[in-house]
């Protein structure tokens, strides 16, 4: 049997190493349960933020949802905390362009491995960006696997190679990163590179 025109409008267009950022065209409508975070919760009355997971629509709508929530109550400092492998790339550019758009500085942390789209997340940081210092920061291209229209490749390619000249000091030779490139980088390589700002020690009473 031939597949039908809508499944393979539906399939994902590519899945890049380490479950990271990759292009899809995404479905009519998305069944899958919403996410929910209380407002009154008491992290977030600390304004801080985390993101722990895959990063699609849903995940990406809740975190921009907690973000302009508290950017509405003042504009104090909001702390963003990544633990995440990345996801759809445009459910991360939604999380960056959310960013720029607040009125409060946004921190950025990574705990633990920051990959891909959440790489992005931890150099799109408007305020200090920071990162434990047995984080794991992993950087690569856009997956092509699939055949989107070249069109649309070409601008997703363009705008993500803009994204790390802009946030950070990648090296040229680097740019732009090629679909199948792993870059792997320990806290001092991130911080050299200009995606974090800070390496976070162990404090005393952290032991």
Not at 56 to 69: G, K
Not at 70 to 98: N, W
Not at 100 to 113: H, I, K, Y
Not at 155 to 162: E, I, K, N, P
């Amino acid at each position: 049997m031939k597949p039908s025109i809508r499944a393979v409008i539906y399939c994902l267009l590519s899945a890049a190493l380490l479950t990271g950022c990759s292009i899809r065209i995404q479905p009519k409508a998305d069944r899958s349960p919403h996410l929910h975070t209380e407002l009154d919760d008491p992290v977030l009355q600390q304004r801080r933020v985390f993101l722990v997971g895959h990063v699609n629509n849903l995940s990406a709508a809740e975190v921009i949802r907690q973000l302009v929530h508290l950017d509405t109550l003042s504009e104090q400092t909001i702390h963003l905390d990544l633990l995440t492998p990345g996801g759809e790339l445009a459910s991360v550019q939604a999380i960056v362009h959310t960013l720029q758009t607040l009125r409060s500085r946004v921190d950025t942390c990574a705990l633990g491995e920051c990959n891909s789209g959440g790489a992005m997340l931890l150099a799109a940081g408007t305020g200090e960006r920071t990162a434990f210092r047995d984080s794991i920061i992993v950087i690569h291209g856009i997956a092509t696997d699939g055949k989107p229209p070249a069109r649309y490749r070409e601008l997703s390619q363009d705008g993500y190679t803009r994204f790390w000249r802009q946030n950070a000091r990648l090296p040229e030779a680097w740019l732009p990163i090629p679909h199948d490139k792993l870059i792997f980088l320990n806290p001092e390589e991130a911080l050299e590179y200009g995606i974090i700002d800070r390496i976070v020690e162990r404090t005393s009473h952290g032991r």
